[in-house]
């Protein structure tokens, strides 16, 4: 294929581009499945910019003549639509162009960053040392028993150091899966090891499946509220990152039926412990996500990072007991029950889904480090892993039962919060009309940090509530700082209510 471009034309470089790969397809040129150039070596052949190249290959991609897949390239495809078929384009100016879905999120996409800007530039605010802070949700490394760390890595070592001198499996050391899927089995969770991927964290699962929907062509679905990095992650895959509500039972059901167009859905959730409510998602929402799944052939992420850290143990619920995981990926990580420093997740889902998602990762990191792989192992295998969380469920549910009793006993009438069955973490609301973002800046002067609502939800909604953070804490300074906040409260309770909106986004998309 030859594309020769006239700088003298009065048609756009990148209409030309597009018109010339779209007769080679037509006219036999270019063949199902052939690869186009990289934008780079193409745009250097043509001698235009890559963002020129980039716009010819988005308007083919759009009209279904090519299809881009991350870490492998662009191709013909198979079947090209019939927008492609007759040639059908936008060809005015991305500013310029008739109000649509695609301008509307962009517009909407901007309010959004704005907004988190602006909120991010009061964080700097709660890293006062002085501050006693409700807002780190994480392990507290005290509760670490002396010399495990090191007792571990000797274990790993014992096996060889050569094994941590290379690559190893992409897909994860097949000793540590396997033991995973043994643990997962005990616990009424039915996979086998080549269901499992180890990632660096569930942060990375969750970037690769946002990878893997937009490959999909998928519609990205995020419960609210939520860890506000999950829905950021989706949004550097995918144009627009929906949102569904979720109350004390899990999310709710009824948006997801609110279809726009035939796309599958994947639909991300925190069904056990949820962050940053604290709570399960009952047994009745998650059949019902589930067979919603089935039904539109979608896919929904159970993230079950907490899982280890109930207060009562409790065996998996199971989202893969659908059959095979077609419909559902479970993600999960030893960073909130174990260390945060050793990074090691994992992906558990059907083969075939394992196997794609694989050829990503590869392109990403070439697979996680052996040797952090390998301080997992040795801590499943001795028992340490298990031994650890005894003590820390005990620490976290003394913590827990503290901020619930100093929340009881000096919060004003009229402020809500939920009761953690496990985790790091609880949300609390106040009245209607009332700012958790006024109730952060108070709370500074006071000497008392917490996470405003807005943090957790990317439409910055839940202005009147806080997530609040036990788990760093001893009790004594729990008590302390409940009281120090409730007499925040009851001095933003006596002054009137307002309106508190941020965005004013609402529920546009």
């Known amino acids: 294929m030859k594309i020769k471009v006239d700088r003298d034309s009065d048609k756009a470089l990148y209409i030309q581009i597009r018109e010339a790969i779209q007769a080679a397809v037509e006219h036999g040129r270019l063949g199902a499945g052939d690869r186009l150039p990289p934008v780079a070596a193409f745009a250097k052949s043509l001698g235009v910019t890559q963002s020129t190249v980039r716009r010819a290959l988005g308007d083919l991609t759009a009209a279904g003549i090519v299809e881009s897949h991350v870490g492998r390239g662009t191709f013909v495809a198979d079947k090209p639509n019939e927008a492609g078929q007759t040639g059908k384009y936008e060809d005015t100016a991305p500013g310029q162009r008739p109000a649509g879905s695609q301008t509307l999120s962009a517009a909407a996409r901007r309010l959004r960053m704005g907004i988190s800007r602006s909120l991010e530039s009061l964080l700097p605010l709660l890293q006062r040392q002085d501050l006693i802070r409700f807002t780190q949700g994480i392990p507290d490394p005290e509760l670490m028993q002396p010399g495990l760390l090191e007792g571990l890595l000797k274990t790993a070592m014992e096996k060889g150091q050569r094994r941590y001198q290379e690559y190893g ?23 086998s090891a080549d269901m499992i991927m180890i990632t660096s964290g569930s942060q990375q699962a969750i970037s690769l499946l946002a990878l893997h929907a937009r490959e999909k062509n998928m519609r990205v679905v995020c419960e609210t509220p939520c860890y506000l990095n999950i829905p950021n992650a989706f949004s550097t895959a995918v144009e627009w990152v929906e949102t569904i509500k979720r109350d004390g039972k899990g999310p709710l059901p009824e948006k997801l039926d609110q279809r726009r167009d035939d796309r599958r859905v994947l639909l991300y959730n925190c069904p056990e412990l949820h962050n940053p409510m604290g709570r399960n998602t009952t047994a009745g929402r998650r059949n019902a996500l589930a067979t919603w799944a089935r039904k539109n052939d979608s896919l929904v992420i159970d993230d079950e990072i907490f899982h280890d850290l109930q207060f009562k143990t409790c065996l998996r619920w199971g989202a893969l007991k659908d059959g095979d995981g077609r419909h559902t990926v479970m993600v999960g990580s030893f960073s909130k029950s ?31 480090p052996a040797l952090m792989q390998g301080i997992v192992l040795a801590a499943l295998e001795n028992g340490a892993y298990d031994e650890h969380l005894t003590v820390v469920r005990k620490v976290y549910r003394q913590r827990c039962e503290a901020a619930l009793k100093a929340l009881s006993r000096h919060m004003p009438e009229g402020v809500g919060w939920t009761r953690p069955e496990g985790g790091y973490h609880m949300w609390v609301e106040l009245p209607e009309g009332y700012s958790g ?22 439409d910055h909604r839940y202005v009147n509530a806080f997530r609040l953070c036990y788990a760093q804490l001893p009790t004594q300074t729990i008590r302390e700082g409940i009281q120090l906040l409730s007499d925040t409260v009851r001095e933003m309770l006596a002054e009137p209510p307002g309106d508190s909106g941020l965005g004013g986004l609402g529920d546009l998309f």
């Open 169 to 191: 499996d992409p897909q994860g050391m097949p000793e540590l899966r396997r033991a995973l899927a043994e643990r997962f089995n005990r616990e009424g969770y039915p996979v």
């Open 338 to 368: 174990f260390m945060t420093g050793l990074r090691i997740g994992w992906m558990v889902t059907h083969p075939e889904r394992i196997q794609t998602v694989l050829a990503l990762k590869r392109v990403m990191d070439l697979g996680c």
């Open 437 to 458: 973002i006024s109730l952060m800046l108070r709370a500074v002067e006071k000497g008392v940090a917490i996470v405003p609502g807005p943090y957790s939800d990317p």
